[in-house]
């Protein structure tokens, strides 16, 4: 396995080398979101100007051409996660999207009073809050997977809280806010051997590490394509056919019907059935596009590289005298959430962008891992295949620049 | 490094690093929470009255640098102003700071405040340089319910 050139592809993508306020941009905000490569822009701009039409509508030439463009793509994500049918891949808006398709379909088909949903203390808020809004419907509970210190979820603990009543698991695979990667795989078999199916959040997960949902064998998957160099406003839902199959419907509307009287609907087959309206195609195309993209180089040397730059940037991190790390799970991926002594997360962000460097600071849509760790907010800095040591050694300078203006 | 000067003036930075009245107020005659969920920030105000005028203010809670040095700016301007010249205080300050960045600062009007000015640079940071003074405004209006700048 050779090693990713990175300077070759930082080419790929503009936004790298944008200035901001005459200083180099230096983008470690990847969790948030990812920069885009040119192949992808390109694909959206040539949908516009020389492909658009509706799909799966007209027998037009460019109907056709947009059609074909649009499932392709969809054969595209089936690959990246190893789906093993392409009818199980359901394009959504997003993970967020795709979780709340899930709660209000299977979830209200399935779960009812005096039932159990179980998530994990490290979700973010959109794994947390739509099953809550389930259970407030159903009379049912949300239990909490807790988890130590370092940001790993307690597994035994969890074996505890599966009992008959748990009725759906719910998962992150990869932390946005602490990047600890969750024993996924043995936390499924365990929920299967309790008969719970289990949805899983591959949010921070499906830019960073192989994706192999039939190894895995999770029910749900679900990802957003703009944290994967792919358009915002375009994510999927993948899902065993056999569940989604007997699941209702989650919008009405075209595409996701055969047949349509004033007396009766008869639904599509899948993924139709799911796809209510006329459908993100740009950004279907373009999430297309940036699977390949990280599909031709690998997901499995972008994992080594962003570990390599983890590695790098969680010493030079540790060096600053007075910056605690937050999440110091041994198996992590791409995610470096820290706070400063001197300074408040805000502080720091704002002395950071100052100096070219972007981060995020606030609760990273966790507030709950924010409690747990006792802390209003963090600093993170989240990587990307594309990101250097020379980006970290920037971000440890902006720390060392915050320690300036406030010690 | 220019650039974070003008938004972390040195008064700014002391204040933060020695907040003025930074103490709970047991004999308060009104109080309210002030919650900024976007970054985290939480203070509660407290206020006492004699007569019609403000005898002690005083605040608790955490927030970055720009949030806590408004707050504590905030209650060294406050002694001896009764409820309608804190009001005014308040709209003054609110419209320094949502002002657009060239426009020109009345210092000597200002006093203390004009130090904000830096904060018109940096619009997402106007909820933190406005928390204390929108949970002092309720104080004032004796509300209970936690105020959110979201």
Not at chain 1, 113 to 133: K, R, T, Y
């Amino acid at each position: 396995m050779t090693e990713l050139d990175v300077e070759r592809i930082r080419k790929d993508f503009p936004a790298l080398h944008l200035t901001v306020g005459g200083k180099s941009l230096v983008y470690l905000d990847n969790a948030a979101t990812s920069q885009k490569p040119q192949a992808v822009i390109d694909a959206v701009t040539r949908y516009y100007a020389e492909q658009n039409a509706n799909v799966h509508r007209g027998v037009h030439y460019l109907s056709e051409l947009a059609t074909d463009l649009y499932e392709k793509s969809r054969k595209k994500v089936q690959k990246f996660l190893n789906a093993p049918l392409t009818c199980e891949i359901i394009f959504t808006r997003g993970a967020t999207e795709g979780v709340n398709l899930v709660a209000q379909t299977y979830g209200r088909a399935h779960v009812g009073a005096g039932d159990e949903v179980l998530i994990s203390a490290m979700e973010h808020h959109s794994n947390i809050v739509p099953w809550q809004m389930l259970c407030e419907e159903k009379g049912a509970t949300l239990r909490v997977i807790p988890m130590n210190d370092a940001g790993e979820l307690l597994v035994e603990e969890f074996e505890k809280l599966l009992t008959p009543r748990t009725k759906m698991v719910g998962l992150s695979h990869v932390s946005n806010a602490l990047g600890t990667v969750n024993p996924v795989k043995k936390m499924i078999a365990m929920a299967h051997a309790n008969g719970t199916p289990v949805l899983v959040d591959g949010a921070q997960s499906a830019p960073h590490v192989p994706i192999d949902v039939q190894d895995i064998d999770c029910d749900f998957f679900v990802c957003s394509g703009h944290k994967m160099c792919g358009p915002t406003g375009i994510g999927v839902l993948f899902g065993k056919a056999p569940r989604l199959d007997a699941m209702p419907p989650y919008q009405g509307g075209g595409d996701m019907i055969l047949s349509v009287t004033f007396e009766k609907t008869i639904f599509n087959s899948l993924p139709y059935k799911f796809e209510a309206g006329t459908p993100h195609i740009e950004g279907a195309i373009g999430l297309g596009v940036a699977v390949d993209y990280l599909a031709e180089l690998g997901m499995e040397r972008i994992a080594k590289w962003e570990d390599e730059l983890l590695e790098y940037g969680t010493r030079l991190l540790s060096n600053i005298e007075g910056v605690r790390r937050i999440g110091t799970a041994p198996h992590k991926a791409a995610v470096l959430s820290f706070t400063m002594d001197c300074a408040h997360p805000h502080d720091i962000g704002q002395i950071f962008s100052d100096n070219g460097v972007a981060i995020r600071a606030g609760h990273h849509c966790a507030q709950p891992v924010m409690q747990r760790f006792g802390v209003p907010a963090t600093a993170r800095i989240s990587l990307a295949f594309y990101n250097t040591k020379a980006d970290l050694d920037a971000a440890a300078a902006a720390a060392e620049a915050v320690k300036k203006v406030f010690d | 490094m220019a650039e974070n000067r003008a938004l972390y003036e040195q008064v700014i930075l002391e204040h933060n690093k020695s907040p003025r009245n930074f103490r709970e107020m047991t004999c308060a005659d009104c109080k309210a929470d002030g919650f900024n969920p976007l970054c985290g920030d939480q203070f509660t105000i407290y206020l006492k009255f004699e007569d019609d005028k403000i005898v002690d203010v005083s605040f608790k809670g955490c927030g970055c640098a720009i949030s806590k040095s408004s707050a504590s700016i905030m209650t060294t301007l406050l002694k001896g102003k009764t409820k309608k010249e804190a009001e005014s205080l308040f709209v003054k300050f609110h419209a320094l700071v949502t002002s657009e960045p060239d426009a020109p600062v009345n210092a000597e009007d200002l006093g203390r405040l004009a130090v904000f000015c830096g904060v018109r640079e940096y619009p997402v940071r106007i909820k933190c340089a406005t928390l204390a003074w929108h949970t002092m405004l309720a104080a004032l209006d004796g509300k209970g319910d936690p105020i959110s700048t979201e």
